[in-house]
C-alpha cells in the first residue's frame, strides 16, 4: 500500500533556528501533499496545500514566510519552519494524495520542541 | 461550506462494551468522500475507512462498523466487543471531488477511553 515517509519524527530546536521536515511518498507519485499542524488534543489544522513544481496554497492566517513549503519532486516535499518560537511547538503531519481513488496516505508526524 | 462535526468529546467505556462514535456532515456537493481515522498515543494517523457519497451500504470490519446515512447525513462507526487497545483519538473527516474541495475537513476528534 501507499507509505508516506516523514522525518524527523522529533526534533527541539533553539528559538530562532530554523527546522526542515522531510515528507516522502516511498511508493507513488504525490502531487498534492498535505501539511497539518496538531496542538495536543486538538483536531489537525490545515495549513498548506503543496503542489508539485508550483507554490503552495496556505490557509488563512498561516504565514507563509514562517513555514516554507517546497515540493520539488513527485515524491518530496518540506516543511521548514524558520527562526522557530516555543509557540511554533506542536505536531506537524503531512499528508499526501495516493491515487485516483482520493485515498489519503499520513506521515507518522514530526513533533517539534522549541526551547 | 462544508463541515464535519463529531459531538462527542470524550467517551469512556468498560472492555467488552459496544460503543458509538458519531459523525454528522454537512456538504453541497453531490460527490464526496467520508473517512474515519484512529489516532493513537503515539500520533500516526491510522486509515480506518472511506466511503463515497454513492455507495450507502454499511460496513463490517471484524469488531468495527460504520453505518452511512445520507437522509441524516451521518456517518456514525461502532466498536463492537471493545478492547484496552481501541483507546484512541478517532476522527472524522470529510472531502468533496474538485478543486479546492478535495482537502480534508475534520472533525474535532472523539477520545475514547477503554478501561479493563
Known amino acids: 500500500g501507499a507509505v508516506v515517509s516523514q522525518h524527523p519524527s522529533r526534533v527541539i530546536c533553539k528559538s530562532g533556528t530554523s527546522v526542515k521536515i522531510e515528507c516522502r511518498s516511498l511508493?507513488?507519485?504525490?502531487?498534492?501533499m498535505f501539511w497539518y499542524r496538531q496542538f495536543p488534543k486538538k483536531s489537525l489544522m490545515l495549513m498548506a496545500t503543496s503542489n508539485e513544481g508550483s507554490k503552495a496554497t496556505y490557509e488563512q492566517g498561516v504565514e507563509k514566510d514562517k513555514f516554507l513549503i517546497n515540493h520539488a519532486s513527485l515524491t518530496l516535499s518540506t516543511l521548514t519552519v524558520t527562526s522557530a518560537h516555543p509557540e511554533e511547538s506542536s505536531l506537524y503531519i503531512c499528508s499526501a494524495r495516493s491515487g485516483p481513488t482520493y485515498g489519503y496516505t499520513f506521515g507518522s508526524g514530526t513533533r517539534l520542541t522549541v526551547v | 461550506a462544508q463541515k464535519v462535526t463529531q459531538a462527542q468529546t470524550e467517551i469512556s467505556v468498560v472492555e467488552k462494551e459496544d460503543v458509538t462514535l458519531d459523525c454528522v456532515y454537512e456538504t453541497r456537493d453531490t460527490t464526496y468522500y467520508l473517512f474515519w481515522y484512529k489516532q493513537p498515543p503515539s500520533g500516526e494517523l491510522v486509515f480506518l475507512i472511506r466511503?463515497?457519497?454513492?455507495d450507502e451500504q454499511n460496513e463490517i470490519s471484524g469488531r468495527y462498523s460504520w453505518n452511512f446515512q445520507k437522509s441524516t447525513s451521518s456517518f456514525n462507526f461502532t466498536i463492537t466487543a471493545s478492547q484496552v487497545v481501541d483507546s484512541a483519538v478517532y476522527f472524522c473527516?470529510?472531502?468533496?471531488?474538485?478543486?479546492?474541495?478535495?482537502?480534508?475537513?475534520w472533525g474535532l476528534g472523539t477520545s475514547l477511553a477503554v478501561n479493563p
Open positions: 466511503r463515497n457519497s454513492f
Open positions: 511508493d507513488f507519485q504525490a502531487t498534492t
Open positions: 473527516a470529510l472531502s468533496g471531488n474538485a478543486g479546492n474541495n478535495r482537502k480534508l475537513i
